[in-house]
């Protein structure tokens, strides 16, 4: 495949995003409300979602091939806004690029710290809860034995399709969370990108005071930390997003930009 530099150098400084598909554009929300004078690029590997129910190894293959066009095209850091792609590949990233690169995981750290009388269920993909860095995590965190993991891979295909019906996500979330007792939960953890479009769905299915956190807010706070340190925050970027679907530039943008509009405009379901 080959690629261009996209941008001219002095434009190069963009903090690129990458997800499997739509799911990190939730992350990209986040960053463009804490850092609006940054560029940015918005890489999709839509050729391959879901990697939830792929094989580490072809996970981690697509991972490597979507990072490579990114790190050709230019970017100054990269948020792998994928809690999968971060669990099967973020440490061998970290070593074959220089620049940073930030991940996301289920926010278990948090949940255990903010809630230690009541259970806490971790909503993931099934290849993250199977994975051992997320093992790793529950056993060093989880002593009182209180988090539970559902997996839910169909709520990565609705978002994909912008299925927003009410009816029909409730009806799938509720076959799915069935067997749970779902008023001993405090904390519900959105552990994939993708199901952050889907958080009033959550609070409506448990009680009001049950949180319903995700790493969105944590990892921006990181990646703005990580710029100033580093001395490369932008303060003349304009927000702009160039998107990418599997190694092509994205010209028409619409998709995209559709579920930043739902983001800005949603408001709770009632
Ligand atoms: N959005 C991704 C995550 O946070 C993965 C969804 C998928 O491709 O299965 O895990």
């Given at each position: 495949m080959i690629i261009e530099k996209t941008f001219?150098?002095?434009?190069v400084m963009r903090i690129g995003f990458f ?22 690029i918005?890489y ?19 991972v490597f091939q979507a990072v490579e066009v990114m790190a050709r095209v230019g970017m100054k850091a990269l948020v792998v ?8 590949a973020?440490?061998e990233l970290r070593q074959q690029y220089s620049f940073p690169i ?140 160039c998107?990418f679907?599997?190694g ?23």
């Amino acid at each position: 495949m080959i690629i261009e530099k996209t941008f001219a150098s002095e434009e190069v400084m963009r903090i690129g995003f990458f997800d499997s598909g739509v799911g990190g554009i939730s992350v990209l929300h986040e960053a463009l409300r804490q850092l609006p004078n940054e560029n940015y690029i918005y890489y999709a590997d839509t050729d391959h979602v879901p990697y939830g129910t792929k094989s580490k190894e072809e996970v981690k293959q697509y991972v490597f091939q979507a990072v490579e066009v990114m790190a050709r095209v230019g970017m100054k850091a990269l948020v792998v806004a994928c809690n999968t792609a971060t669990s099967i590949a973020i440490n061998e990233l970290r070593q074959q690029y220089s620049f940073p690169i930030l991940g996301m995981e289920p926010a278990v750290k948090p949940a255990v710290e903010k809630n230690c009388s009541k259970r806490i269920l971790v909503t993931a993909t099934p290849l993250t809860l199977k994975e051992e860095k997320y093992q790793d995590l529950v056993s060093r965190l989880d002593h009182a034995h209180i988090v539970d993991g559902v997996a839910l891979p169909e709520l990565v295909d609705y978002a994909e399709k912008f299925v927003f019906d009410q009816n029909e996500i409730l009806e799938y979330l509720k076959a799915k969370l069935s067997g749970f007792e779902l008023n001993q939960y405090g904390t519900v953890v959105l552990g994939c990108t993708h199901f952050q479009f889907y958080r009033s769905y959550f609070q409506k299915l448990f009680s009001g005071d049950t949180d319903i956190i995700d790493g969105s807010t944590g990892t921006i706070n990181y990646l703005r930390k990580t710029l100033s340190e580093r001395e490369i925050t932008n303060s003349n970027g304009k927000s702009e997003i160039c998107f990418f679907s599997s190694g092509k530039k994205v010209e028409q943008d619409h998709r995209y930009r559709k579920y930043l509009n739902y983001l800005d405009k949603k408001t709770d379901l009632s």
